[in-house]
């Protein structure tokens, strides 16, 4: 065999020894017969120009079949994603209807108040759908015992509650229209008592100029700045422990305050400034009076680092 360039050798051959473009013969139906004048082979009828739109070729049924055969898998995915979106949408509405639901609430910080009643007012019951409950709800229905400080919620799926409180405590008394009345160191109103006796304990609160006293509701007053001097001198002698050994709570003039210790001496304070520090000097020098035997005369501590005591003329 000849195997020069240009020789008789097919050039198919040639393509196909180096790896390089094969050659296949168009399917019959896509060729022409020569003509038997050996002219060129005419194009198939559905090719020529003029011929309709849309005209298949011999091979179009395989090209319908194979799209069928795509528009068929297309159907069938969607088919199955509706249906695991449809079991996914039932699992979720059995979870909440069965598996999430309030089973158990704990309460802390709670100190005079059961977990039950807590729990109670906070409106919770068993079997809450836990994702209905609202912190906003809870807090609105535990607004309602002026006793409980609302603190906050936790939730731990998928049935139990946390909350989260502190209660509310008398800490000074007043006396309005011949009634005895409680307040928080916030001037929070706790209960009422018709009484005369202050609590064992708690100072009473003069020279205020009420408005308005119910209980469940702040105290109100003509002058806010009474409010304020209360709110600084109950805080200081709550947090240096020192709230037991007042009687007296004197409000009437906010820039001459005046507390009476439970031995009998009287203590200016001033204004309501450097309350800490005037409080301070109070828990420092009262004992070394009380070692000097007095039980009765004035101790300025309006001046705290420089208090002055003044026996009783």
Do not use: C
């Not at 003509?35 to 005209?55: C, K, M, Q, S, V």
């Not at 209807?97 to 019951?125: D, K």
């Amino acid at each position: 065999m000849d195997q020069r360039p240009g020789s008789g050798r097919d050039e198919n051959e040639q393509f196909q020894q180096y790896g390089e473009y094969a050659y296949r013969q168009p399917p019959e139906e896509y060729r022409g017969e020569p003509a038997p004048d050996g002219r060129p082979a005419e194009a198939p009828e559905w090719a020529r120009e003029g011929a309709p739109y849309g005209d298949p070729p011999a091979s179009a049924p395989r090209n319908v079949a194979a799209g069928e055969r795509v528009r068929a898998h297309s159907r069938a995915v969607t088919g199955r994603l509706i249906f695991v979106l449809a079991v996914t949408v039932l699992i979720i509405i059995l979870l909440q209807s069965v598996v999430f639901r309030l089973t158990t609430v704990y309460v802390v910080g709670n100190v005079n108040l059961t977990p039950q009643q807590v729990a109670a007012a906070s409106g919770l019951v068993k079997g809450l759908n836990m994702f209905s409950i609202s912190e906003d709800e809870v807090r609105q229905n535990l607004s309602s015992d002026h006793t409980i400080i609302f603190e906050g919620m936790q939730k731990d799926y998928p049935s139990t509650i946390y909350l989260y409180i502190s209660e509310r405590e008398s800490v000074a008394s007043i006396q309005w229209l011949g009634i005895l009345y409680t307040l928080d160191d916030e001037g929070m109103v706790m209960d009422e008592n018709n009484t005369t006796a202050s609590p064992e304990g708690m100072p009473r609160v003069t020279g205020l100029q009420v408005t308005s006293i119910h209980v469940g509701q702040k105290l109100e007053v003509r002058n806010r700045e009474q409010m304020q001097a209360y709110y600084d001198i109950i805080s200081e002698l709550e947090l240096q422990y020192y709230l037991d050994q007042i009687s007296e709570i004197n409000l009437s003039d906010t820039d001459n305050l005046y507390l009476l210790i439970e031995n009998g001496i009287s203590v200016r304070l001033g204004t309501s400034e450097y309350m800490r520090a005037k409080i301070g000097a109070i828990r420092t020098d009262i004992p070394y009076l009380e070692q000097l035997g007095k039980s009765s005369g004035v101790l300025d501590v309006s001046t705290p680092e420089d208090a002055k005591y003044s026996p009783e003329s």
